[in-house]
């Protein structure tokens, strides 16, 4: 009973590793920033703008800017769901690391 517990908890931590790598993978395609507008005679232009190597960058995206702002919500959204995952790793490898100690110990 206990071994079923642990072969699923350590299961899980593969699991969580192999979706974090997989987040990360996606997250490396996609921009990182966030969009500026600038109005000129009426005209909105669009601009991304990031940090780079402790700069502050931008880069013209032109007057249409939907398909930059879907990857950017994408990328948002894969950056909370890394946090998750990271944080339940962190948690289910120092339960397995405290029973792996308590084992040995033993």
């Known amino acids: 009973m206990m071994w079923e517990k642990i072969k699923r908890l350590e299961e899980r931590l593969y699991e969580l590793r192999k979706e974090i790598e997989e987040v990360e993978k ?3 395609g996609l921009p990182n920033g966030h969009l500026e507008v600038k109005t000129i005679n009426g ?3 669009y601009y991304l703008r990031y940090w ?3 700069k502050l960058r931008s ?15 994408r990328g ?3 950056r909370r769901r890394l946090a998750q995952l990271k944080e339940e ?5 120092n339960i397995i690391d405290k029973i ?3 084992i040995t110990d033993y």
């Open 26 to 28: 996606e997250l490396e």
């Open 43 to 45: 005209n909105d232009y």
């Open 52 to 54: 780079e190597d402790g």
């Open 59 to 73: 880069k013209y995206i032109g007057k249409f800017a939907s398909d930059i702002k879907e990857k950017l919500s």
């Open 76 to 78: 948002e959204e894969l």
């Open 89 to 93: 790793e962190k948690k289910l490898s």
């Open 100 to 102: 792996e100690k308590i």
